[in-house]
Structure formats: C-alpha cells, structure tokens
C-alpha cells in the first residue's frame, strides 16, 4: 500500500510504469514524473480506465485518490461508467463559468460531512450567492473579497465572514483542480486581516463546541428572518 513518503520518492523513468495502491487503484508514473492515480476495471464487456487526477499540490491527494476510487468501484457495480461520468463532468463544468455555478458543484461533489455541507450550503446561498452569483469567476479580485467580509464583520458576524473566505478559496480551489486558469482571491486575503479574536488558554469542550455549534445555527436563522422581514415591508 502507498503512502505519501513512497509516492514522493517515485522516480521517472524512459518508460512509463504503475505502482499498485489498494482496491485496484494505482499510480501511473509517467517519463516526465507526472503521477495520476487510476484505475482499470470492466464495464458491459469492455475495458475502461477512469484517471482520478495527478498526485500533489496542484492535484489532489492520497486519501482523496481513495475516496474517488471506492465511489468509481460503486458506479462500476451500479452499471455506470466512472470514465463516461468523468468526461460529462469535465463538459459541465466546461460551460460553468460563473462562480454561483462553480459553488454550486463544489459543495454537491466535494467531500465533506453533511453537518459541514449543511453549514457551508447556509453561508454560501446566504452571504455570497445574492452579492456574486452570476459573476465570472476572473470578476472577483482581493479587494472585492476583503470588502465584503468587512460588511459581514460590522453586521457583528465575524466568525461568519471568516467562514466566507474560506469558502470562496474552496470554490476557487475547486475551479482551478478542474482546468480553470484563474487566480484564488482568498490567497490574498488572511484570515487575520478579516477579524481578530481574544485567544483562549484552554481548548473547548465537546459541550461547549455543540453549545456553540447550536448558538450559529441560531444566529443564521434569526439573520434569515430578519432579512425576510426586511423584503415582506
């Protein structure tokens, strides 16, 4: 089984060659270094192979291999074809050019826990879909990034804007893994330009952290409220 050390102390070769991981997955080594992880397998009597992208920082990661592995080996046994998937992805995602649309594939596909993705989805359909929906992603710069967080801030939502930021440098990062030439807005922004808070000298609790968890889900709905009651009048 791979594992990261080993994956960078792969060495290239005059020909290209695979190393096995698990679950049939492997890691094809090209001569100019390149690793992509990949997987063989059968479909209606034909021989396919689905690339699930290249190993690295521009890439994706080991455990992100894994996980795309497991659920190409369960379109595979459900009769659908990662590889054929793959490619009407890539097409969608061709024409998806505005970042509303690129949000909205990142928080569909993306892997996450659902209480996050619920908590991600809340943030982004309330904070940043109606200011920036339909614009192109080159459209958004640092400084409209920045500004925006600071209007999140002075509503008295710090913990929310730094929320944002992170969520549009996911989106970005989303965009750029699957071919966009963009640059990331978030990248310039620091979380510590956006708020600053009192640091604690101990960690929280598992109650204190669901008090707390609670207390934004809270904040969230009495925000929607408030913003329903202002378009009613």
Same mark, same amino acid.
Request: net charge positive; proline share 4%; aromatic share 6%.
């Given at each position: 089984?791979?594992?990261?050390?080993?994956?960078?102390?792969?060495?290239?070769?005059?020909?290209?060659?695979?190393?096995?991981?698990?679950?049939?997955?492997?890691?094809?080594?090209?001569?100019?270094?390149?690793?992509?992880?990949?997987?063989?397998?059968?479909?209606?009597?034909?021989?396919?192979?689905?690339?699930?992208?290249?190993?690295?920082?521009?890439?994706?990661?080991?455990?992100?291999?894994?996980?795309?592995?497991?659920?190409?080996?369960?379109?595979?046994?459900?009769?659908?074809?990662?590889?054929? +998937? %793959?490619?009407?992805?890539?097409?969608?995602?061709?024409?998806?050019? @505005?970042?509303?649309? $690129?949000?909205? !594939?990142?928080? =569909?596909?993306?892997?996450?826990?659902?209480?996050?993705?619920?908590?991600?989805?809340?943030?982004?359909?309330?904070?940043?879909?109606?200011?920036?929906?339909?614009?192109?992603?080159?459209?958004?710069?640092?400084?409209?990034?920045?500004?925006?967080?600071?209007?999140?801030?002075?509503?008295?939502?710090?913990?929310?804007?730094?929320?944002?930021?992170?969520?549009?440098?996911?989106?970005?990062?989303?965009?750029?893994?699957?071919? +966009? %030439?963009?640059?990331?807005?978030?990248?310039?922004?620091?979380?510590? @330009?956006?708020?600053? $808070?009192?640091? !604690?000298?101990? =960690?929280?609790?598992?109650?204190?952290?669901?008090?707390?968890?609670?207390?934004?889900?809270?904040?969230?709905?009495?925000?929607?409220?408030?913003?329903?009651?202002?378009?009613?009048?």
């Amino acid at each position: 089984m791979l594992t990261d050390v080993a994956l960078k102390n792969l060495k290239s070769k005059e020909k290209p060659y695979k190393i096995t991981d698990r679950d049939g997955m492997y890691v094809h080594v090209s001569p100019g270094g390149t690793l992509s992880f990949r997987l063989d397998y059968r479909l209606n009597g034909r021989r396919e192979t689905v690339n699930f992208g290249k190993y690295g920082r521009d890439g994706i990661s080991l455990l992100r291999a894994r996980e795309m592995c497991l659920d190409a080996k369960r379109a595979v046994r459900e009769g659908r074809s990662p590889a054929i +998937e %793959k490619q009407r992805d890539k097409r969608r995602l061709k024409e998806a050019k @505005s970042f509303g649309q $690129f949000g909205e !594939r990142w928080l =569909s596909s993306d892997v996450m826990a659902e209480s996050t993705r619920a908590m991600r989805k809340s943030i982004f359909e309330r904070d940043l879909l109606p200011a920036w929906r339909n614009r192109l992603l080159t459209e958004i710069e640092p400084d409209d990034l920045r500004a925006h967080c600071a209007k999140i801030v002075a509503r008295g939502a710090p913990a929310t804007a730094i929320h944002v930021r992170d969520i549009v440098k996911q989106i970005y990062g989303f965009a750029i893994l699957h071919g +966009e %030439k963009v640059a990331n807005p978030a990248d310039d922004v620091g979380p510590s @330009s956006i708020a600053h $808070f009192v640091p !604690r000298d101990r =960690s929280l609790s598992p109650t204190e952290i669901r008090i707390m968890l609670k207390q934004l889900e809270h904040d969230l709905g009495r925000d929607r409220l408030r913003e329903r009651s202002v378009d009613d009048s």
